[in-house]
């Protein structure tokens, strides 16, 4: 990581800080809390922030605000500290979402399991055991990608595209999870359903994940699953939270 973190600006919106050129765990946390350290600062020039994976953007405009001084004040605060050990945000949520995996409302969860080289028993093992982190927000309102898992998920997306899988579907590939938020084509394979709603338009809080958040996916069956439907029109699909601390 020698050659990062790298600060550059993009074009006169703004600031990008880059901590790596691909996905790594350390490189994820130090996202995040150097954004949360970016946020605590409140620099009066800053109108907002972001991240991806592994970049904060810090939106500013830099028409009516000199690029170099909000450049030399992240270069100071990039060297306040190692950020790839940083401590992760505090406020953040974990959560608990039931999760049917297989049947005809999850049907590639053998085909992702033999991908990965395990049977079907034990990939539902993994993925409703593992503690998995929200890396970022992207690709459609409120939609995570966690992540990481164990080195066996490193699968690649399918060479076709599934012609749509449903909202709260569970989806894998590269070490990753998604909990789609619209029904949507996609190459990960469709390993679980959930009835958790990560986008919630018409709520004080739309978004329902925050990165750093954590997740686990308890396997439910599909009974379990559709009685959760019936009776709860929160979003939440079954799920419990509570703080981490």
Do not use: C
């Amino acid at each position: 990581m020698t050659d990062f973190p790298r600060i550059r600006t993009v074009g006169l919106s703004g600031v990008l800080v880059t901590f790596a050129d691909a996905m790594n765990g350390p490189a994820n946390r130090a996202a995040l809390a150097f954004r949360a350290a970016v946020d605590a600062e409140d620099w009066p020039e800053v109108q907002e922030t972001s991240m991806s994976l592994v970049s904060v953007y810090v939106v500013a405009d830099l028409v009516t605000t000199d690029a170099t001084v909000l450049v030399d004040r992240l270069s100071a605060l990039v060297a306040r500290q190692d950020w790839y050990a940083a401590a992760l945000p505090e406020g953040r949520t974990l959560w608990h979402v039931p999760t049917v995996y297989g049947t005809d409302l999850a049907p590639q969860l053998e085909e992702a399991a033999a991908v990965a080289g395990l049977d079907p028993d034990e990939a539902i093992r993994q993925l409703s055991t593992t503690r998995v982190r929200v890396l970022t927000i992207g690709f459609a309102p409120g939609q995570p990608y966690l992540g990481e898992l164990d080195e066996v998920w490193n699968i690649p997306r399918q060479q076709g595209l599934t012609k749509s899988v449903p909202s709260g579907a569970l989806v894998v590939a590269i070490r990753q999870l998604v909990v789609f938020t619209n029904a949507t084509p996609t190459g990960w394979r469709h390993v679980g359903q959930t009835a958790f709603r990560t986008f919630r338009q018409n709520t004080d809080q739309p978004f329902a994940l925050t990165p750093g958040d954590e997740l686990l996916f308890p396997q439910v069956d599909r009974h379990a699953l559709q009685e959760i439907i019936s009776r709860d029109s929160s979003g939440n699909g079954g799920a419990e939270r509570e703080a981490i601390t």
